[in-house]
C-alpha cells in the first residue's frame, strides 16, 4: 500500500480540523443512545463534506466469517448508493483487502485500476459501483477484524493524507462503540425474551399440571362414587 500524503501546510486548515474533531467527539460523547444511529450518519456525512469525499461505508462480517456485508452507507448528496451490490459478498472476493485490514493500519488507495494483480477480484467489484479511491481501517473486537469502514472517492485518483486517515480512525471507533453496544443490547433483549418465552412455558406446564390435577382428581372421585354405588346395591336385597 502507498503511504498517506502529508498533510497541506495550512494552518486554517489545521484549525478547522482541530474543531471538526472536537466537534465530533462531543455529538459522539453526549450523544443519547436512542438517538445514536442518527447522529453517527450526521457525523459520517459532516466528515463527508469537510475532506470533499462521496461516501463512507461501514461493513462487517457474518459470524462464520464466511460472507461482508455493508453495514450502512452514508452518500453525499447526488452520490448514488451501492448498498445492494455490496451485500452477501462472500469473504473470499476480499482477499487483498481483508489482509491489509487485519495489519489494523489505514489501507490507502488513491487509484483502484493501480491495485496489483493479486486484488483483481475487489478491483472488479469496485470498479462496478464507481469508486475510484479509497482508504479503510478495520474493526477489531478483541483483537480479531469483524468489519471495515472506509471514506471512498468516486471521481478522480486521489491521495488521501494523514489528517483524513485521522479523522477515518475516529469514525472508526465511534462506529465500534457503537455496534458493540448495539450487540450487547440486542443479546439482553433476546435473553430476556427467552426468559419470557420459559415464563410463558413454565406457566403453561404449571396449568396444564393443575388442569390434568383436577381431572385425575374427578376422575378418582367419580370412580370411589361408582364403587360406594356398586357396593350399595350388592348389599341391597333384591325385590
Not at 425474551?193 to 413454565?202: A, F, P, Y
Request: charged share 30%.
Amino acid at each position: 500500500m502507498l503511504p498517506l500524503e502529508k498533510p497541506k501546510e495550512d494552518s486554517v486548515y489545521r484549525k478547522q480540523y482541530q474543531a471538526l474533531k472536537l466537534e465530533i467527539y462531543r455529538r459522539f460523547v453526549d450523544s443519547d443512545w436512542n438517538r445514536l444511529s442518527d447522529v453517527i450518519k450526521e457525523i459520517a456525512l459532516r466528515i463527508l463534506e469537510f475532506i470533499d469525499a462521496d461516501r463512507a461505508g461501514f461493513f462487517l462480517l457474518d459470524n462464520d466469517k464466511s460472507e461482508i456485508n455493508i453495514y450502512t452507507e452514508y452518500c453525499l448528496q447526488g452520490i448514488e448508493p451501492c448498498l445492494t451490490a455490496m451485500r452477501n459478498i462472500p469473504y473470499a472476493v476480499f482477499p487483498f483487502w481483508m489482509t491489509q485490514i487485519a495489519t489494523g493500519n489505514v489501507m490507502h488507495i488513491p487509484d483502484v485500476p493501480s491495485l496489483p494483480d493479486e486484488a483483481e477480484p475487489e478491483k472488479q467489484l469496485l470498479a462496478e459501483v464507481g469508486i475510484r479511491s479509497g482508504i479503510a481501517r478495520g474493526i477489531f473486537e478483541k483483537n480479531l477484524p469483524i468489519g471495515f469502514v472506509s471514506f471512498c472517492g468516486s471521481r478522480e485518483i486521489r491521495y488521501w493524507d494523514e489528517l483524513e486517515a485521522d479523522l477515518l480512525c475516529v469514525f472508526t471507533e465511534m462506529t465500534r462503540h457503537y455496534i458493540t453496544r448495539k450487540r450487547v443490547i440486542e443479546s439482553q433483549e433476546a435473553e430476556l425474551h427467552n426468559m419470557h418465552l420459559s415464563n410463558l412455558q413454565l406457566e403453561k406446564g404449571i396449568e396444564e399440571a393443575k388442569r390434568l390435577a383436577l381431572e385425575a382428581a374427578f376422575a378418582n372421585s367419580s370412580k370411589s362414587e361408582f364403587i360406594s354405588k356398586l357396593c350399595y346395591e350388592l348389599k341391597s336385597p333384591v325385590n
